[in-house]
Nanobody, 119 residues
């Protein structure tokens, strides 16, 4: 099993920055990628950014313009640096870890951290 713990959420003024972190524990050797998703009320979680153990990052839409995802394989931690935050970035942010299985991937999820951007 893999456990994920997120930190770094909070409330910030528009134009400000936040850094989210997610640390994995347990059988972390099975993880080949991690990512951040966000969820607005009443909607499904959508990808913000993901990164492989090799450091290959993938961003959704224009997230790369303001967000940066990094991975620390020693600490089994990924971080999401979010700059120039906008009110529409307000959401619950979830960390996800991927484990390859014969039929695709198995996903572990964190409990989420609230990000609120006020104008």
């Amino acid at each position: 099993q893999v456990q994920l713990v997120e930190s770094g959420g909070g409330m910030v003024q528009a134009g400000g920055s936040l850094r989210l972190s997610c640390t994995a524990s347990g059988t972390v050797d099975v993880i080949n990628a991690m990512g951040w998703f966000r969820q607005y009320p009443g909607t499904q979680r959508t990808l913000v950014a993901s990164i492989t153990r090799d450091g290959v990052a993938n961003y959704a839409g224009s997230a790369e313009d303001r967000f940066s995802v990094t991975i620390d394989n020693v600490r089994n931690t990924i971080s999401l640096q979010m700059n120039n935050l906008k009110p529409e970035d307000t959401a619950v942010y979830y960390c996800r870890a991927s484990k390859p299985i014969y039929s695709g991937s198995y996903y572990y999820w964190g409990r989420g951290t609230q990000v609120t951007v006020v104008s």
